[in-house]
């Protein structure tokens, strides 16, 4: 197959852009230029802006592509964009979505009224009706990910492109993603405190309850790779995620264990937790999401066991924390009072 992957030089492009060319596939990657990961032999390059796809349409028309996977959708702009100009070009466009997406999410948030959602979260399951992030959030959001627009929402953007009559569309909505890579470095505070030698993590006790959706960047990839040459793909949006979705507390033990902690991970109250260590959702709505539908339509399956990919996601994060550290995440003194005020 023809695969163009727009964006396919991030955190995930590039291991998807690996699986499928592994498996034969010619693979085109559209992207700003610049740096770029090291891909595989034959894998060609386009250099363009993803918002001025139409200055680069004779060279995508010339190709044509069975797929193209868009990694970088932001809003429903540039999904109408990317409809229009693949509309003829290409046989199927598969937009990335995320977990962000559901009505429960927005109540995690508290952008969205209402009693707690059931769960787990299935693909048929509500979503969302208001935008789910301020703009101090998103411009936090953009100075790690400047793909990110400031009318940032995937909602929209799964509508324009599961509405398209003439260019069928799938939509993944994927998960907390973690691996070598992980811009976010979401280990980090766990295996800094690991390494400071603390003797206790202390976690809140209801969020350390809830199940969100996650998935290791190896085995996200290789669902993406499945269902961009899947044709049974066409038409359908899939939720992306672990099976077992472990509570955020044995996540967290998991982590530190496989990291060599020998300390104890300790649930409190959030009122007996040092500031910087309390959860700012609405812990009464859980996260967990079914991923059962890709696996029973396309057969997919997580090829690297979890406890690989905690072992690689904690080589990497030591070999490249983060370059810039709040030291007010690490209060060590207040975590040291709350620990010994609940008998520890």
């Known amino acids: 197959m023809k695969i163009l992957a ?10 998807v852009v690996r699986h499928l060319a592994a498996a034969g596939h010619h ?11 090291s891909f595989p032999p034959g894998v060609e390059r386009i250099a363009a802006d993803r918002n001025r796809l139409s ?26 964009d990317a409809m229009q100009i693949f509309r003829g070009i290409a046989g199927r466009l598969i937009a990335l979505s995320s977990g962000d997406v559901y009505r429960a ?19 048929d399951s509500a979503l ?35 509405s398209d009559p003439d260019l069928p569309g799938t939509v993944l909505r994927l998960p907390m993603i973690y691996g070598p890579g992980d811009p976010l470095h979401r280990f980090f505070p766990i295996l800094k405190r690991v390494a400071d030698g603390r003797p206790a993590l202390l976690v809140q006790d209801d969020a350390g309850r809830l199940r969100p959706p996650r998935g290791y960047v190896v085995n996200v990839a290789a669902a993406i790779a499945l269902a961009a040459t899947s044709p049974a793909a066409a038409g359908r949006i899939y939720n992306v995620a672990e099976p077992d979705s472990p509570e955020e507390f ?25 500031k ?43 070999a490249h924390p983060p370059a810039r550290i709040d030291p007010a995440m690490f209060d060590y003194a207040a975590e040291d009072q709350a620990l010994a005020m609940s008998g520890g």
């Open 276 to 318: 910087h260590l309390r959860s700012p959702l609405n812990v009464a709505q859980d996260w967990l999401v079914d991923s059962s539908r890709i696996r029973g339509e396309l057969g997919y399956n997580e090829p690297i066991p979890r406890e690989q990919a905690l072992a690689e996601t904690i080589a990497w994060e030591q």
């Open 105 to 123: 999410y927005g109540i995690l948030l508290g952008t969205e009224p209402g009693p707690p959602q059931s769960v787990p979260l299935t693909e």
């Open 128 to 162: 969302r009706t208001a935008k789910p992030y301020s703009m101090p959030h998103l411009r936090h959001a953009q100075a790690i990910f400047p793909w990110v627009t400031d009318e940032y929402d995937k909602v929209p953007v799964e509508r324009v492109v599961m």
């Open 55 to 80: 200055s680069v349409r004779p060279q995508l028309s010339q190709a044509a592509f069975d797929v193209v996977i868009d990694f970088l959708l932001s809003d429903h702009h540039q999904a109408a």
């Open 250 to 274: 044995a996540f967290t033990t998991q982590i530190a264990q496989a990291a060599g902690f020998t300390g104890r991970v300790v649930l409190l109250p959030r009122e007996r937790l040092p």
């Open 6 to 15: 727009i964006g396919g030089s991030g955190f995930i492009g590039p291991y």
């Open 27 to 37: 693979v085109t990657v559209l992207h700003r230029g610049g740096a770029t990961p």
